[in-house]
């Protein structure tokens, strides 16, 4: 069960509270923008079928808009706004599927197929954002894949987005 917070980190959190604007909507607003369609909150399995892969399931506390007292506010409105997910238009030719993991996957639509950054942690969530991003656009292939870095969240997925086959190819 959570700690109850100490009487130091209750009266610093209670005065960022007051000093923090958290009735400014603007952060869960633009976090909403070009939503397509949200993945809400189901479970994306792995390959063997024993257990979760990814699943936003067990974050409902963040629904209270409310944080306790042994969170800064500011964590928590950060957080409650990182629970908008699903498959989301930034601008033409560039999308992004956020939410099915803990880093966002940006697919941009080139002349010659897709370019994939940040193919996400494992090939399950990976396979999941490609499918949910093929409801919506036009099938095309992948042509290429980008890693931002070598964190396991930004190219685990890999073969969740191109195949062995297409790799060798």
């Not at 633009?30 to 079928?49: C, N, Q, S």
């Not at 990182?82 to 498959?87: D, E, H, K, Q």
């Not at 993991?101 to 954002?129: H, K, Q």
Request: charged share 25%; proline share 5%.
């Amino acid at each position: 069960a959570p700690k109850e917070a100490t009487d130091a980190t209750r009266a610093a959190n209670r005065a960022q509270k007051a000093e923090l604007p958290l009735a400014d909507r603007q952060s869960f607003d633009d976090a909403a923008r070009g939503l397509i369609e949200p993945f809400g909150d189901k479970v994306v399995m792995r390959t063997d079928g024993a257990r979760p892969a990814w699943t936003l399931k067990g974050y409902e506390f963040l629904g209270s808009e409310e944080s306790p007292d042994s969170v800064h506010p500011g964590l928590w409105r950060h957080a409650r706004a990182n629970m908008a997910n699903g498959l989301f238009k930034v601008t033409e030719r560039l999308y992004q599927v956020r939410g099915l993991d803990i880093a966002n996957m940006t697919i941009i639509e080139g002349d010659s197929g897709l370019i994939v950054i940040d193919p996400l942690i494992s090939v399950e969530v990976a396979r999941e954002a490609m499918l949910l991003y093929f409801k919506h656009r036009p099938r095309r292939p992948v042509v290429a894949v980008i890693y931002t870095h070598s964190h396991v969240d930004h190219f685990g997925g890999a073969r969740g987005v191109v195949s062995d086959d297409e790799v060798t190819s």
